[in-house]
């Protein structure tokens, strides 16, 4: 499905309606400013409509209709393709909803092909319409809009991470319920966010250093400013997988230790109980010639003495801390 | 035992039937295409004939011939052995079966000798015979086909790992049975799996690069896909081996947790009978003056106090959620 | 706000008060000598204000005006931006406080914008006064004493970290309370503060190797004596790490154990009544024919029994150390 | 100790016994072929003497004298010295036996001074002598027949380790007996061994690659055949120091988990014996008015009930799996 | 303190006693071999006096002073300054006592300062002055002494380790008392030592391998044998931490097992206590009609029951292995 699609040349948007493909694809051709095509989770039709029209090799097309690519950068003779991956937090489910955009960058033309719901690049295109001097720099323009947005929209999900790990902190240190099962899924999306992350670098960093021969001195710093928040996330995720795994230890340890204190409380009733238990027995003895069981205050003086047992137990199993 | 051997020139396979080896070479030196020649578990006297006709060398043949080497690229002055290994899972045993390809490159032809049952080649044929263009490339276009389907088949290993982990992480979270030796296996899969997948990214890139030199510029992309689908298992091993560890740390916290509601249980029982048995042992007590044992409602009453004891105890013990 | 800022020409400083922001761009274009101009937490308008007067970078502007960024330094064709992370420790919360520095360096000016509480510069501006020989090499000297100043700050939170976990310590081997919620998150201070600290030796080593052009062979020994310190907090950290991982598992093993000992002393105990009561249950049967209930001597001698019984058992767990 | 000492011309050994060390260093100058001279464990006048008649360097000797050096190769001006560690395994033992080879490389000259029991070179030896093509290539290929003896003796000790792992996840998994210290020690094993095997991979890489210049084209793809099995012994290894760390894990695991096991079981049967026990001691109370005690049916009645409680109990914690 | 101080040149040792500062610095200047100049825990008024005579670089000076460097190698145009640790194992006390020497070399002259006790360098002079050879390369030579005998004197560290890691073995399986504590700091000692080698081995390599210029081809050898003993002590180092983790872990999984055994013949012992009791309960029962107790023979044969009842338990606890 084609999401929009327009000329930008002398700085600024030359249409406002959506073009379609073959018109995009001659005034890609025009030398006139650049073509920005946008297109959302197309079908195999639309996508070979493409390919032939802007003569796009055919195997970053079938990667762009099959997804599921990890992040990387490849020069097919001074044309690019991108891919990278989108992440959006689902708070309530505490799971990372992973999407993937592909991008075709070559004379004339950004085509950005999108799966998924997350980064819409609707704000991209907006971003990238209110800067005429970045527009002029041609079609990396938009590869930096497009890269700027997705990974923008890194952050919020590596914050949403970092509320869920204070708040397991807070579950295992108070001995609330059992986190167990909630740090390894946190742990499982951390993991999987970084894959999304780390292997973006590599092609922000040729982006950044000019490695790309189409990408213009001038928006180079731009590159460099988005690889810098892609190596910030990707240094926080670091943090979090260790914090996850230091948080699942700690619980570990913090299990154990509530386990012995269990065992002392649970200890000292059973001692509590046993002490006057042994005196009953005592003096459910059948011998002949006990002489307490004759005194008439042999039973509450022997009740007495059981409560006064108790009583000092249970003083005693508090202070060493037992009860 | 050869499988099949045919001359590739003009875009186009040349035989029907498979080459004798003494014919292959033969045409193989002609300077028209190259030849395919692929052998099954070939015996001693079938590899040494091939190694005469093709003159290959010695170390080379000897590699091929005892199989379990690493994956790894060789260059034997322009000519070149490549190991690859091949996996299929067997869902049922939970267990990666590996084989081996030795594939010899040279001007004028492609040997592929493979042991074990993974990954046959027929298809890796079948798929480069639809692709006049690439056959023209010479015997790099073999090689390609070979690796695209034994790299192929490398995800269908990793993806049936991953549902293993699936499975294994509900047995953990649900507690039931016990998933220790079932975690640790799975481990050992995902370690041998990426012995075999891991090395075979150095000579890919190789490939990619164009460290190789019989490599055409144009099919070097076609190796770029095919490392970068090498690369993309590599990292999801990787993400299943912190997975699995993370998997057995989990499982061994909720053992100990499980354990210390065992425990909580079991006393929390204990307390509720030794209030009574240690109330029946009073009356047990064989004092003369014990007024309650001459009373007629003495003992219906005790039993109500005995009821009531636990009735409490055993709401008291709900309530902290022992029971 | 601006807190100092000061033209430095032939060895001294010239300006007594801070000049305001248009005199210090006029005179840092004087080719005489350089302005050092420090902010404090400036708000918008201000670095506004700044950015037309020296002409900074937009991008650059934005990061020091949005702070939270990690430690780099970036090369804006001959005008340098640097941001640091400034650290303080709270010992008290056992807590890092970090702030933030960032520092444009160009032809005549050196700007440092400051967020935070931490490393106030006053004392950099002092230390570099003192040095008329480093103030003729330019900006760069103000540069140099921001970092050593940052740097040298960060000794005494390693310091204080190595404090606490010698607490730490004492207080795991003593088994004195649970120092498992302390040892967390001293952990994860250690993460966080390694985070400001290791993106800077990079930085600063560009420094000390002159790839950085605008550092003048005479002051790049002193950033080699900066970047120095950075890389012994570095590794102080690490071990640091290291420690922390070592206590959580070393006060796991203990845990384990403490809780063995608690298991043997309450079976000891339980052992040493269950004898005795053992023993008067035998003497509350109501078999007809017991001779030793008739016997006078029979209860105190039973008593008796119980007793050596009781001692008996008591000297054997000590024997045995599990009282 | 001479154990054997040759010259090597023309393809082949000139001589039959072992020569003299001076008629060696003599024949080593004649500029026709090599002599190759092996000893075994020697004295320091012996060493001297080689020392002398070969003009050694004194550190390399002195390496060589007092062996337990890390292995490595070392450039002495065009003379080189490698060192390598020789192993076997000794399975009653379940350890690694340590031996070293310290060579010396020099034009017209291979000294090979051999300390321990493992790799004896006779082997090394007949495989050179077998190789009348290799031998014209000089000392080079003395060497390459000592390395690869040396490295091919290094798989049966990787496998009787192999080996050992099974055993000892048979036992894990099994519940037989406590692996605990074999798993430790095994691992131990595995790290000496690794130490040995890992630093070889350079060296042996230096010469595939051609970085030794004594060492030529021809042959230097036999070493990087013997760096392959190197590789190969190394990552195994590698995974086998992975596989030990996990099976301890699990062993951990599972050890709780038994004594979870253990400790349903005692709380079952303690449940079971606790009711009885409980009636009988209501039944031991004294009450005057207790109307079951008069009852001639009440005690079998009362045996019956007992019965039952326990076989209900029993069956329930059947049902449950504490039993 | 200045420990000695005097010229070397022609070979031999020209003064017997220390010189003083100012002449050894003229000496040094007087092209005729160099002086070697060690001092020992100097005070300011000494360093400043040596920085003054020979024109060090105060940023050397001040560290020199300071102490508490990493080992470094710093280029000060042509003259270097080189930091090390010294170690000492204190066998009685587990600890590694580190000291520190500072190393100003240049034309003519190499200063020696040493801080703490450890590695005296008497020997290493004495070292250098039995090599008139090496003498003659210059201040390089006594570089070699010094850092030769620092680095040899580090291998008794290791072994004292060494030795520890067995003790501490031992411990854990045989059981006998708690090694936690020891492990824990032992592995401190370790990691603490590990970080005053590690660092070393750069600047040793740098020397090595001619990146510095001051030294001298011939003596590059001997400084690669010194790196050679330190990346040994390095490899050592490594798996004696990974040692120490194992055998904690080992420690940890044994104090489990060693807890589940008590558990279990606790448990044993409970039950062979509980039957006999219940018996007796039984026949402390108040029914009417109870045949046995009426029975003379009743008393002895329920007493000889409970002893083939506790006869039995113990035959059967016994088999299953719990006592």
Known sequence: MIVDCAQYSDGVRQDVGPLDISTAAERSRSGNGFVWLGLHAPDEAELKEVEAAFSLHELAVEDAFRAHQRPKLEDYEGNYFVVLKTARYDDEREAVDFGEINLFLGPGYAIAVRHGEASSLNEARRRLESR??????????AAWAILDKVVDDYEPVAEGIDNDISEVEDQVFSGRGDPTERIYFLKREVIDFH?????????????????????DEQIRRYFRDVA??????????????????????????????????VVRAISAWAAIIAVPTFIASVYGMNFEYMPELDERAGYPLILGVMVVAVLLLHRFFKRIDWL
Chains 1, 2, 3, 4, 5 share one sequence.
Do not use: M, Y
Request: aromatic share 0%.
């Open 195 to 215: 894959r999304a992350v780390r292997p973006l670098i590599g092609p922000l960093e040729s982006l950044e250093s000019g490695k790309v021969a189409a990408v």
């Open 228 to 261: 810098d928040h892609a190596r910030r996330v990707d240094e926080q995720l670091h943090s979090q997988r260790e914090l996850l795994t230091g948080v699942l230890e700690a619980n570990l340890a913090l299990i154990s230790l509530r386990q012995s204190e």
């Open 132 to 141: 005429p001097d970045l527009i002029s720099v041609g079609p990396a323009a």
